[in-house]
């Protein structure tokens, strides 16, 4: 369908694995891969040219690359790894979502906390791996015990990729154009409204492509079935907004079969399909899963 040959990790095999190391050196020894893949986390939202990607990574002759989005250094802290590299791209140092402003200073040589809101490259958790330099390294003495010691996992950031460039392989680090994380509520709260308001320009497309309803101003998309279902009053749903008996936006998705009643107001939410919204509503940063049942005069923040 899409040109591409697509695996997901086997849960059989996920249950036994050591840690997200493991689990990549697992699944390319159980799929017989060999070349390049492309390796993303299933709970993370990526905007990249895939096919420059690769070429950077192919010439780069890379064990990985890993793909990366700029951020200020400060929010790395407790949550997303550092990256730090030469200036042809080469990773020399990770840092794996520093403890504290003072571990964030030392990995970054900072001279004041003020250092900390530049922009520095995080990694995404999306990787280029050369498959076959990854099997020679599976009977280095290094892997195989990092693979078996279960007190300690073998994770891809601290362990493959550290080791990696402990034995000096080549390790790249490139830039992709957006990234969102969707691994706690929080980061998803904060990815979504990203995406209804351009942030992912894929997204956008796709929905285009699937007739959804776009409101260029207030950046609400509505799919085309829920735009023009007839309500008891006789008018659609474009028409009422039109008419004000709801308020949609900005930056607000519908999905099929939604259905809104008077004086409601949605603003950055992600509506699923078959939700209902009751009489005198309010969501607002909120992201509603498909068949909910949202109560009269609630109010959803």
């Known amino acids: 369908r899409f040109g591409l040959n697509i695996f997901y990790s086997d849960p059989r095999l996920d249950y036994g694995n050591n840690?997200?190391?493991?689990?990549?050196?697992?699944?390319?020894?159980?799929?017989?891969?060999?070349?390049?893949?492309?390796?993303?986390?299933?709970?993370?939202?990526?905007?990249?040219?895939?096919?420059?990607?690769?070429?950077?990574?192919?010439?780069?002759?890379?064990?990985?690359?890993?793909?990366?989005?700029?951020?200020?250094?400060r929010q790395t802290i407790r949550n997303y790894g550092l990256v730090l590299s030469d200036p042809i791209h080469r990773v020399t140092k990770l840092v794996e979502k520093p403890k504290d402003e003072a571990t964030l200073m030392e990995a970054l040589n900072a001279k004041s906390t003020a250092d900390l809101d530049r922009i520095v490259d995080v990694s995404t958790g999306g990787y280029f791996l050369n498959n076959d330099i990854l099997r020679e390294v599976l009977s280095k003495p290094w892997v195989q015990n990092g693979r078996a010691d279960r007190s300690k996992g073998f994770d891809m950031a601290k362990s493959l990729i550290a080791g990696l460039l402990r034995e000096d392989y080549t390790v790249s680090n490139i830039p992709i154009d957006s990234w969102g994380d969707f691994g706690t509520t929080y980061f998803l709260l904060e990815t979504f409204p990203r995406a209804l308001e351009g942030g992912f320009p894929s997204i956008q497309w796709i929905l285009k492509s699937r007739g959804h309803y776009h409101d260029d101003e207030k950046n609400v998309w509505i799919h085309p079935d829920t735009l023009k279902r007839v309500y008891p009053d006789g008018l659609t749903l474009e028409e009422r907004m039109k008419k004000g008996a709801v308020k949609i936006g900005p930056n607000v998705f519908l999905g099929r079969g939604a259905y809104i009643e008077d004086d409601c107001s949605i603003r950055y939410s992600d509506i699923e399909k078959q939700v209902t919204v009751c009489n005198g509503a309010s969501i607002d940063h909120a992201y509603v899963m498909p068949y909910c049942v949202i109560g009269g005069f609630a109010t959803l923040v």
Not at 45 to 73: N, P, W
Request: proline residues 2%; hydrophobic residues 40%.
């Open 19 to 73: 840690g997200s190391g493991d689990a990549i050196l697992t699944n390319i020894v159980a799929n017989n891969l060999d070349g390049h893949t492309l390796w993303f986390p299933n709970d993370n939202l990526f905007e990249l040219d895939i096919c420059d990607a690769y070429q950077r990574h192919e010439k780069s002759g890379s064990a990985v690359s890993i793909l990366t989005i700029g951020m200020a250094a």
